[in-house]
């Protein structure tokens, strides 16, 4: 096999045959001259030229071993989870009609079923594309539209709103139900052998994990077979260590690469076991990391605060917690100390980028430092720089570049131009080096609202907001909040003579857009505050409401801000975990 020499870093592997029948994906990669520079340092990352990343996850571990466990039933084993990966396959590719290239979308809760079906998809030579189950038609119409996905695979549970998005052309495949056409009863017709793996290179796109910028509109994010395995052997197997015996368990679904790396690809890397939880707010997560002896977790600082407070009152055995990553939002140096008092355990902060997979700078045990960040993962490279490109020094604020083995290709998006610059990635995240190299958060460097992990473009609601009948003009920004580090708030005006009714415009906010998105505050005003020259002065509206406005503050919810009961994003009302690892 031809291997990529790791001790190169200025040699960037060739681009390989494609497997892909449906070359779209490969077709609609950012121009090579975009693209970041691409980093081997390490043994590791020494792939070979051709690669299928779901045949590596599934092999190796012995068949007997648990993979999945759920709150009811039987766990899953390794040897299961092949059979009914190799089943799934035969159907794509057999009854389905999937070819190698194609994208398939897959939705759902957090489930076994969710998880072989991205392994089968990935197997079978396509291009996956996980989204959230609570995504609204519009958002899903928009990210089917942006990738021309042609086949979606979808829990029953979730498919009303998929269908309701009238995709043109696309083919709808629901498991878990008791229809005749039902995933899981197709697979049982399927051959009861083995699926072989297609062929694929390293560098054929293996997904397409879609992120909201500060546009709104959703930027598709394009990562190659060898990608998947490079965020687990790079932070997973240097910073986070995990053994075969451990079992991991999280509240980001599998939508967010946060979720995926932390409940899929990283337990599958190891040969461990991962708990998969459809409810997995922190009342929903502390019993089950009693019951089933969760040694790694992964969530937001939001949910680590929520246990804390949830601890006091149920006591709940947690004991077999080695590993606590944190990653989705800034995590404050107070919840480090409070949890390291209360358990025992050094959180793992991260961040990382849906852009970059997963997480680029972390520190773990005695590396630790509450209140930083980290320093680079073994394999990934950062530096703080000014608007220009050039490194400012240890100690002055500045943009957060990255580069190593995963880079940002951008869907056919402008925005790589902006993302990409100089042959590093410009995160969008102001810190700060300090001189021994460990890197602090000082806040977004764009309009992006960070609340409870999720990550809310704030001109994503605005255009919501703009399809009301009636409402003129409206800015949507955040706001500090102690629970959620920050809450969107929609600034509103209306037409002439409309009623100032907040539930209403939530009540049609719900029905646009996912629930976590939604203004947990909407304040109307005669007028936005702007400039001689029009420009709309979005800082004053962060600060407070400029004086003199009209308009009275609604609020979203009559009651306080409360513990997280439900997975993300469940009730408007709940906490919602983690989303990009940022």
Not at 49 to 65: I, V
Not at 79 to 101: C, K, N, S, W, Y
Not at 258 to 268: D, E, K, R
Not at 410 to 425: C, I, K, T
Request: with cysteine.
């Amino acid at each position: 096999m031809d291997l990529v020499d790791p001790l190169d870093p200025e040699d960037t592997p060739e681009p390989a045959r494609s497997a892909h029948v449906d070359t779209f994906a490969r077709d609609h990669l950012p121009p090579p001259d975009q693209w970041p520079e691409l980093r081997f340092d390490l043994p590791g990352l020494r792939y070979p030229a051709r690669l299928n990343c779901a045949a590596e996850l599934l092999a190796g571990t012995d068949a007997g071993r648990p993979v999945f466990r759920t709150p009811s039933g039987p766990p899953w084993t390794y040897g299961q989870l092949r059979a009914r990966v190799d089943r799934i396959a035969h159907v794509l590719t057999g009854e389905l009609g999937v070819v190698p290239g194609n994208r398939v979308l897959l939705r759902g809760p957090t489930t076994p079923w969710l998880a072989a079906c991205w392994l089968a998809v990935l197997k079978a030579g396509a291009v996956a594309v996980t989204v959230l189950a609570q995504q609204r038609p519009h958002e899903l119409g928009t990210m089917c539209s942006i990738a021309r996905v042609t086949h979606a695979l979808c829990d029953v549970r979730s498919v009303d709103d998929l269908v309701k998005a009238e995709v043109p052309g696309l083919r709808i495949t629901t498991y878990g139900g008791d229809g005749p056409g039902d995933l899981l009863l197709r697979i049982t017709g399927a051959p009861d052998e083995p699926y072989e793996a297609v062929d694929t290179a390293a560098d054929d796109v293996a997904l397409i994990a879609f992120t909201s910028g500060t546009t709104g509109r959703p930027k598709g994010c394009m990562h190659f077979h060898r990608d998947v395995l490079a965020i687990a052997d790079t932070f997973s197997e240097h910073v986070l260590r995990p053994h075969e015996d451990d079992v991991f368990a999280g509240s980001p679904p599998l939508g967010f690469t946060f979720g995926l790396g932390g409940l899929v690809v990283f337990p599958l890397r190891a040969g461990a076991c991962s708990l998969l939880l459809e409810q997995a707010g922190p009342r929903q997560m502390l019993p089950a990391i009693a019951e089933h002896r969760v040694s790694v977790l992964f969530t937001a600082p939001t949910a680590y605060r929520a246990m804390l407070a949830e601890l006091a009152e149920s006591g709940h055995d947690i004991g077999s917690l080695r590993r606590c990553v944190s990653a989705g939002e800034n995590l404050p140096a107070a919840t480090w100390q409070d949890w390291r008092e209360r358990t025992g355990l050094g959180i793992i902060n991260g961040i990382g980028a849906t852009e970059l997979l997963h997480i680029f700078i972390s520190a773990a045990d005695e590396d630790i430092r509450p209140g930083a960040t980290g320093v680079p993962v073994p394999g990934w490279q950062a530096r703080v720089v000014d608007d220009g490109g050039t490194p400012v020094p240890d100690g002055e604020p500045g943009l957060l570049a990255v580069r190593g083995p995963v880079g940002c290709r951008y869907l056919a998006d402008p925005r790589q131009r902006e993302y990409v610059r100089g042959g590093w990635n410009i995160t969008g995240d102001t810190y700060v080096r300090d001189p021994d190299g460990y890197f602090r958060y000082v806040a977004r460097a764009d309009d992006m609202i960070i609340s409870a992990g999720y990550n809310i473009a704030g001109p994503e609601v605005e255009d919501a907001l703009l399809r009301h009948p009636d409402v003129l003009e409206t800015a949507v920004v955040g706001r500090a909040d102690e629970a959620r580090g920050q809450i969107a708030v929609a600034y509103t005006v209306l037409k002439e003579n409309a009623r100032r009714d907040a539930e209403a415009l939530r009540a049609f906010l719900k029905s646009e857009l996912a629930p976590y998105k939604c203004p947990r505050e909407i304040v109307f005003l005669d007028a936005l505050p702007r400039t001689a020259t029009g420009k709309l002065q979005r800082f004053r509206l962060r600060e407070e409401p400029p004086s003199g406005a009209a308009g009275t503050p609604a609020p979203a919810h009559d009651e306080p801000a409360p513990v997280p009961e439900e997975p993300a994003p469940a009730p408007e009302d709940g906490l919602p975990p983690s989303g990009d690892p940022k």
